[in-house]
């Protein structure tokens, strides 16, 4: 074993090193072109590694290898890569700087970004830093948007921010899609397409993405020291050239290395991802099957069953097939047309999580909705929103929201300013050393008014009339002078 291998397994916990042992055996090039500092995040789909250069440990740089789950499916690993190809690396977008592959495992090598984490400056942000992530979070999700894919899991943890730097970058877009209003035009005029296994799938994914440079280029331009330059066919610079992500659909099935990786990784975590994401996917994915929910949803106003505007649900709705709409990310991030399944959504669902990290930066409350699932997360939305208006925008989307009691909205400034001046529920994390206390106090005892009308404009529940990040970024709260 090289020496760096072993200095790095002293200071490492025995799990994460097994872990990394094992992508070094599953993924050669890994280990012949990268020495693993630690970890530093794991997601449903994959884990994230902190690395250097291993033949040039002069070459200060370092990179972020996500390692991708296996059994993940092509498609989705095609569409992650895809964005990060096309959308990123401006526009606070974090760019790729290679992608390495064995057999099904995938590694993607994008550039380190070290930041903070949200729980430990929520609390100590002034106004004008407030300002300054909104701003900097919606011209990501402006260039997201251009080409018209939804990144669908917007929230702190996939929006890095570095304080020292005051530098931003947008991660993970690995539940990233086009807007399906616009995937259905392109799909009528595509022609039959046949299925392929995982590995040919994949293979020809990455033959297509040839584009990306290998590892040895990489070596190569940072002995250089020269900027890495990345070649893509579509100009970065032009929003309109945007990116066709893969609409085939098939049960993914396990190959013999895939196997192999899960038993030879004994955590149970493991095991149990490997199993969820043979799961029957929907047409992006993901798993699809949920249980019948109590908030009646059915399409239009005349219903003729038993249990409509019941309590309960009858036998006949039981029956009924479940609808089929997107509803990957995180519940308390959800928009009401992810939560009421609304199929044709847009990139409008971003907007509102955005919102929903602005509430909790005007609050000073991580995380503001903590919903278990989807209903209620509904229950939450129209607790804070009003019942009524919610009803309102389900039926612009032909929905239908039932809910008892019928909450009245709350005037989110009162609630803002009251949580915000309560004491701060995530103390653990709280240091006071950084804080100009006066600053501090004089920025928050009087939050502009043109800050709410923003969060209402991005916390809009008809997504219809929900504000775009581009129209975000001329609004009052970022263009007056304070
Ligand atoms: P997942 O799909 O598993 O959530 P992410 O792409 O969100 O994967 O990465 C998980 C975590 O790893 C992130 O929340 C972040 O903390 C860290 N991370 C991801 N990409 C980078 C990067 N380029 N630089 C630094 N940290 C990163
Ligand atoms: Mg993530
Ligand atoms: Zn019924």
Not at 321 to 335: H, L
Request: aromatic share 6%; glycine share 4%.
């Amino acid at each position: 074993m090289p020496l760096n291998m072993s200095l790095a397994s002293k200071t490492l916990p025995i799990d994460v090193q097994e872990e990394i042992d094992c992508l070094y055996e599953f993924v050669p090039e890994v280990s012949q072109h990268f020495r693993i500092i630690e970890k530093i995040g794991e997601g449903t789909f994959s884990s994230v590694f902190r690395a250097k250069l291993k033949c040039h440990p002069q070459v200060e740089e370092q990179f972020a290898l996500k390692h991708i789950i296996p059994t993940s499916h092509p498609t989705r690993i095609e569409g992650e890569l895809r964005c990060l190809q096309q959308i990123g690396g401006c526009e606070n977008v974090i760019g790729v700087e290679l992608c390495i592959r064995n057999k099904d495992h995938v590694v993607i090598v994008m550039p380190y970004f070290a930041h903070d984490y949200f729980q430990d400056y929520i609390q100590e942000m002034t106004l004008s830093e407030v300002r300054e992530y909104m701003r900097n979070l919606l011209i990501a999700l402006r260039r997201v948007h251009q080409f018209d894919i939804i990144h669908r899991d917007v929230k702190p943890t996939n929006f890095l921010y570095n304080r020292t730097t005051k530098r931003f970058a947008l991660v993970d877009f690995g539940l990233a899609h086009e807007a399906p209003v616009l995937k259905k035009i392109k799909q009528s005029s595509k022609t039959v397409q046949k299925d392929l296994n995982d590995t040919d799938e994949l293979k020809k994914v990455l033959r297509d993405m040839g584009n990306i440079p290998s590892v040895s280029s990489l070596s190569q331009s940072v002995k250089k020291e020269t900027p890495i330059k990345k070649e893509t066919p579509l100009s970065k610079a032009d929003p309109k050239s945007k990116p066709v992500l893969a609409t085939k659909q098939y049960t993914p099935s396990p190959t013999l290395d895939s196997l192999a990786f899960t038993k030879r990784m004994k955590s149970p975590r493991r095991l149990l991802l490997s199993k969820r994401t043979l799961m029957i996917k929907d047409e992006h994915g993901l798993p699809t099957k949920t249980r019948p929910s109590t908030s009646s949803t059915k399409p239009g106003v005349g219903c003729t069953c038993q249990c409509f505007n019941q309590p309960m649900i009858c036998r006949m709705c039981m029956a009924r097939a479940n609808q089929i709409a997107p509803r990957a990310g995180t519940p308390g991030f959800r928009s009401p047309e992810v939560l009421l399944k609304c199929p044709d959504q847009s990139t409008a669902v971003d907007i509102w999580s955005a919102g929903v990290i602005f509430l909790s930066l005007l609050s000073g409350r991580y995380p503001f909705f903590r919903a278990v699932d989807d209903v209620t997360a509904l229950a939450q939305i129209a607790t804070i929103m009003g019942s009524d208006p919610l009803k309102t925008a389900a039926k612009s989307f032909g929905k239908q929201f039932m809910c008892s009691p019928n909450p009245q909205p709350v005037d989110l400034r009162t609630l803002c300013h009251k949580l915000r001046s309560a004491p701060p529920r995530i103390g653990k994390h709280h240091s006071s050393k950084t804080l100009n206390k006066e600053n501090f106090t004089r920025s928050w005892t009087n939050i502009p008014k043109s800050a709410f009308d923003l969060l209402h404009r991005l916390l809009d529940l008809n997504p219809g009339t929900r504000i775009t990040a581009e129209e975000a970024l001329e609004e009052a709260f970022f263009t007056e002078c304070i």
